[in-house]
């Protein structure tokens, strides 16, 4: 790791922060990679995820699952956390809230490789699972299994 402070930057962790009205709004926030010659992989798992339909304004729930193969930059979690608290209120379809996340990321740190798993809860009785992914993965990355079956009620 260099001397110099890669996290001087941040404005977010270590404070209070109030959630942004919708994920426009949200600020993400990046750190330099300090392991740039090295080829990893970073999974983050949201488990708890909320929406609102654009229509209805019922709440969606998902567990999201993104993994990751950085460059120059990683997210910093807690920016990550507040961006996605941000959809809470955030009236949008399953599809565009899964999509909209991965491509902020991507503007955001130009990974080498991004995937998003968006495993959603039912609603009218149908689960809506989305995936999305810039590509193939990058060979020689151990890259496990997202690990999230498919929705099967009660059993």
């Not at 488990?47 to 120059?72: G, M």
């Not at 507040?82 to 491509?103: M, Q």
């Not at 740190?109 to 689960?127: D, V």
Request: hydrophobic fraction near 35%; charged fraction near 20%.
């Amino acid at each position: 790791m260099s001397d110099k402070n890669i996290y001087q930057n941040l404005t977010q962790l270590g404070g209070a922060n109030e959630i942004a009205n919708n994920p426009d709004d949200a600020k993400l926030e990046r750190v330099e990679n300090p392991n740039k010659d090295v080829q990893y992989c970073v999974r983050f798992t949201a488990p708890e995820f909320t929406s609102i339909c654009p229509i209805t304004s019922q709440p969606d729930f998902a567990h999201l699952v993104l993994d990751y193969i950085p460059q120059d930059w990683l997210v910093e979690s807690k920016s990550l956390k507040l961006f996605l608290t941000s959809f809470r209120n955030h009236g949008a379809f399953h599809e565009d809230c899964t999509v909209s996340i991965a491509k902020r990321l991507i503007e955001l740190l130009n990974p080498a490789w991004l995937r998003i798993g968006g495993y959603w809860y039912p609603r009218g009785g149908i689960p809506i699972d989305i995936f999305y992914q810039t590509g193939e993965a990058p060979k020689g990355v151990w890259i496990p299994d997202q690990g999230v079956q498919t929705y099967r009620g009660r059993g």
